[in-house]
């Protein structure tokens, strides 16, 4: 789990971001965000839900940029669950169209600013166009050393926890593993964020009081920030107060 550590920002903030008395020395240096609300919103304006989804892909280039211009490491967005296949096939299908434009039209961004993408979940049910856009992506961006941008892709948090239970009884049964020495450090080794330290923070947007089957292991101690904003409505200012709510918080990882 070294892959990433926390970095003491030397950044001076801008105006804008100083205004929210946010200490660049203390940022969290995981972000998971569970982007929700894009259907709700489109219902509101009497839209299309297809509307809401291409807003929100709007306000992660927004939230992207804020993360890179703060300093914070890694940034995991809930993009699509396993439970969302079970939605209807023209969203499915719209929701992938987005995917691919979004890979395609971020990638100058990416390597112009050393973003790194990255993607967990089960990529191999993705469609094959979507899979081929965004392996290239990742691997022209994996010599990228500043903000690691970490898409959920048919993700599921009881699935990766499956996933690594079957893994591990494999190694064991071949006799790899010695039961006796199965640790929580090394099950995290067989989850898909092997290598990434546990988010520091998580923000729902929509005010759903859930957590989704999101990251069900990594967030055992993450601080969890819940708002009623929809996330098409989410924005760079809200997005650095939540920052500064996060700093005045005191983790205590179950110590006194």
Known sequence: MTTFLKKKRKRSLNSSESSY???PASLPC????IMDGNGRWAKKRI????????KGAEVVRAIVRTCRETGISILTLYAFSTENWQRPKTEIFALMTLLKNF??????E?????IRLNAIGQIEKLPENVQQVLHKTMALTKKNNGLMLNLALSYGGRAEIVRMVREIAIKTKEGDIDPDFITSELVSDFLYTKGIPDPDLLIRTSGEMRISNFLLWQIAYTEIFVTKTLWPDFSKQEFLEILKHYQHRERRFGKV
Do not use: F, P, T, Y
């Not at 995981?30 to 965000?33: G, S």
């Not at 890979?103 to 100058?108: F, H, P, Q, T, V």
């Not at 990416?110 to 050393?114: G, K, S």
């Open 103 to 108: 890979l395609e039209s971020e990638l100058k």
């Open 21 to 23: 008395d946010i200490d």
């Open 30 to 33: 995981h972000v998971a965000i």
């Open 47 to 54: 839209l299309n839900r297809i509307e809401g989804h291409k």
């Open 110 to 114: 990416m390597l112009d600013n050393n």
